[in-house]
């Protein structure tokens, strides 16, 4: 029986792996291995450990000679038990170790959120898969596991994955959400529950921006919200355009976590217990850079087109409406007309710089539908901008 398989594909070595490397074949393994890498010498090398059952200490051995030759080398496709032992090993921090993974079916599953980087469905009563928009999102997923764990130490309720899977050709996390329902829903089927949704997503929202993050942990928003003005700028009246950009740089830095991407299909009643997912965009920064995101999901995306907020959060635009204006409200702790138009303008100078930016970038702007719905926001800016010196 082959132990071993290999071809040049792409112009990468991939060399597979089959059955059980131990010591009484791993002379003969590796003298097929050296055979494949020197009849191509100096291409990349891939290990498929699909059909890989086990390897010993001796198998490890020509890993790590291999590694020599390929410092770049990677082992794809391990199943759980070959991966506990290089993980154990410590190959999972010398090299790139990929698990194999199940395959999921999304067809026919139900929608329950929707964010930047993919898209949430229910796979059955118990459990939901994100899958993610970038067909080579492995390092987001860890990233956002990741996240997520940090979050959940720092005491925000939160959804940790435990399953990465394949779903066609994009990767998934999967996260166990028993019987949740999302706020979106709530709202779009309970609204007698409109004022219950408010308070839980402002009090959930108050203990995000209530958090301290150690130095380090998570990215600062303040980068990427500069990059937004940096961008828009050259699309308003010059000097709009430079007030905009020094308005954003005197953000200071922040300590304190923000979502990045909080509205209320990310918030999930489980049980009795509200929980925050859809972690990927987490980060630290002022929670002015918040509201913007929070502005845009309710409002801003909907402006031109008020059925835009019914296909996205699943009801309408009135609600919309109203639960942004409760959420700042109950937010602020106040009925002071004038405190709320004041978050809710520099809410919308950040939001409103986002959508610009977006809309171009992925849009054809020689539509009139599209260059009507930007005029619209740079006319709005515009006059924000010239209206307010400071965003906090």
Same mark, same amino acid.
């Given at each position: 029986m082959d132990i071993v398989k290999s071809a040049v594909e792409q112009d990468t070595i991939r060399i597979s792996l089959i059955g059980h490397i131990d010591s009484g074949n791993a002379a003969d393994v590796e003298s097929e291995v050296s055979s494949c890498v020197d009849a191509a010498p100096g291409l990349?090398?891939?290990?498929?450990?699909?059909?890989?059952?086990?390897?010993?200490?001796?198998?490890?051995?020509?890993?790590?000679?291999?590694?020599?030759?390929?410092?770049?080398?990677?082992?794809i496709n391990v199943s759980s038990e070959v991966y506990e032992i290089l993980d154990m090993t410590g190959f999972t921090e010398m090299m790139t170790v990929e698990k194999a993974y199940k395959t999921v079916s999304i067809d026919g599953c139900e929608v329950i959120g929707t964010g930047s980087n993919g898209t949430i469905y229910r796979i059955n009563?118990?459990?939901?898969?994100?899958?993610?928009?970038?067909?080579?999102?492995l390092d987001d997923i860890r990233h956002e596991r990741e996240v997520a764990r940090k979050a959940l130490v720092l005491g925000i309720p939160t959804a940790i994955s435990y399953d990465i899977v394949k779903v066609g050709e994009h990767y998934g996390s999967v996260f166990e959400l028993l019987n949740?329902?999302? &706020? !979106?829903?709530i709202l779009a089927t309970e609204p007698d529950k409109f004022e219950w949704c408010a308070e839980e997503f402002v009090k959930l929202l108050k203990k995000i921006h209530a958090t301290e993050v150690p130095e380090g942990q998570l990215r600062s928003i303040n980068s990427t919200v500069e990059k937004w003005a940096d961008f828009t700028k050259d699309y308003l009246p010059e000097d709009v355009g430079q007030k905009l950009v020094a308005m954003i740089s005197a953000v200071p830095e922040d300590n304190h976590m923000i979502h990045g991407d909080y509205h209320t299909k990310n918030v999930e009643l489980v049980g009795d217990e509200v929980l925050l997912i859809d972690m990927d965009t987490l980060a630290v920064g002022n929670p002015i850079f918040e509201f913007g995101s929070i502005?845009?999901?309710?409002?801003? &995306? !909907?402006e031109y087109n008020h059925e835009q907020v019914m296909r996205f959060q699943g009801f309408d635009y009135d609600t919309a409406f109203r639960f942004w204006r409760e959420t700042v409200r109950l937010y602020l702790g106040t009925d002071d007309e004038e405190q709320i138009r004041s978050l809710e303008d520099r809410s919308r100078i950040i939001g409103y710089t986002r959508l610009i930016r977006r809309s171009?970038?992925?849009n054809d702007t020689s539509n009139p539908r599209i260059r009507e719905e930007l005029e619209m926001w740079k006319s709005e800016l515009i006059d924000l901008v010239k209206k307010y010196d400071s965003l906090i």
């Open positions: 990349p090398i891939v290990v498929d450990a699909e059909k890989l059952e086990y390897i010993s200490s001796a198998g490890l051995r020509i890993l790590l000679r291999l590694r020599k030759k390929s410092p770049d080398l990677s082992i009563k118990d459990n939901v898969v994100k899958v993610y928009n970038n067909a080579d999102a949740a329902k999302s &706020f !979106s829903k502005y845009n999901a309710f409002i801003g &995306f !909907s171009i970038r992925r």
